[in-house]
């Protein structure tokens, strides 16, 4: 089991930008896929971007063009730099680490309003 622990979101003004960090407690942090999903109130949990332990990302058409996922492995940390937000991309912004099973941050919320 990972630790993951998300810090970094906020309330933001739209066309704003928020940088979304996520620590991960084990040294093998390298060999995991990492993740970022979102949940916005009322509607299912959504996979924002991922990226592989070879830096192979994937992102929801939603948010491509707009946001980069990218991972610091010497600092067991991974990153969602989120750009031009939107209203529609407030949520709670979830973190996780993927080997043999999942594990989950526990979120943190984005508020992007006027």
């Known amino acids: 089991q990972v630790q993951l622990v998300e810090s970094g979101g906020g309330l933001v003004q739209p066309g704003g930008s928020l940088r979304l960090s996520c620590a991960a407690s084990r040294s093998i942090f390298s060999s995991y896929l990492m993740g970022w999903y979102r949940q916005a109130p009322g509607k299912q949990r959504e996979l924002v971007a991922s990226?592989?332990?070879?830096?192979?990302?994937n992102y929801a058409d939603s948010v491509k063009g707009r946001f980069t996922i990218s991972r610091d492995n010497a600092k067991n940390t991974v990153y969602l730099q989120m750009n031009s937000l939107k209203p529609a991309d407030t949520a709670v912004y979830y973190c996780?680490?993927?080997?043999?099973?999942?594990?989950w941050g526990r979120g943190t919320q984005v508020t992007v309003s006027s």
């Open positions: 990226i592989t332990s070879g830096g192979i990302t």
């Open positions: 996780t680490a993927t080997r043999e099973t999942r594990s």
